[in-house]
């Protein structure tokens, strides 16, 4: 009988410790508010910057081109002080045919399709033709470009122009490449899906 009652005891004293610790008063453990002070005072406060509202737009040069997804502006500055914006956009294709037979194996169904450079001067002048852009496939295979309208555009400070170029493409990646002075200056990469 006595065992019961020493047993008794001890849990009733192992519950009245964590009940203790449960009531002390609030002042005797650091609060949320105190601990960010504290981690502040050891380490300094750090601002947290916000996002941008617009994304910043890429530079390039004659020295450093700047790599793309298509759909991005360049400001390019080229020599002798012609500093323009530059957009290539699209590809626009035109809808895949549809197939009078079932095809037994997934096809590779070329699909034609226009991009459009748009160009935006901002100082001094820029003449831009086909000659002036390439394109490659995923496999490094050249896509002949041909214009569609004005094989060139001429662009004085404060005007813009847009250059279009028809291609035919494959399934998967692609990239147009415009060259200045001999010198790669944007790269805009894009992908092809005929589904």
């Known amino acids: ?3 019961r009652s020493l047993s008794a005891l001890f849990v009733a004293a192992a519950l009245a410790v ?12 650091p ?9 502040v005072q050891s380490l300094g406060a750090m601002p947290i910057p916000t996002a941008p509202s617009v994304e910043p737009t890429a530079t390039a040069d004659a020295k450093h081109g700047a790599v793309l ?3 991005a502006p360049v400001s390019a500055t080229l020599p002798g002080g ?3 914006i530059l957009t290539a956009l699209g590809p626009d294709t035109a809808p ?5 037979v079932r095809p037994t194996a997934a096809a ?7 991009i459009t450079v748009r160009v935006k001067a901002v100082s001094g002048s820029l003449t831009l033709g086909v000659g002036d852009l390439n394109c490659r496939d995923q496999m490094g295979h050249t896509v002949a470009l041909s214009a569609v309208g004005a094989s060139s555009v001429t662009v004085a400070a404060g005007a813009q122009a847009d250059l279009v170029v028809r291609g035919t493409f494959h399934a998967g990646a692609a990239q147009v490449t415009l060259r200045h002075a001999d010198r790669a200056l944007a790269l805009w990469t894009f992908n092809i899906e005929n589904d």
């Open 82 to 84: 012609t500093t323009v």
């Open 69 to 71: 997804a298509i759909g």
């Open 108 to 114: 590779d169904v070329p699909i034609d399709g226009t």
């Open 96 to 100: 895949v045919p549809v197939p009078t």
């Open 31 to 39: 609060s949320a508010d105190d601990s960010a002070k504290a981690v």
């Open 1 to 3: 009988m006595r065992s």
């Open 18 to 29: 964590p009940l203790a610790a449960c009531s002390a008063p609030a002042s005797s453990s």
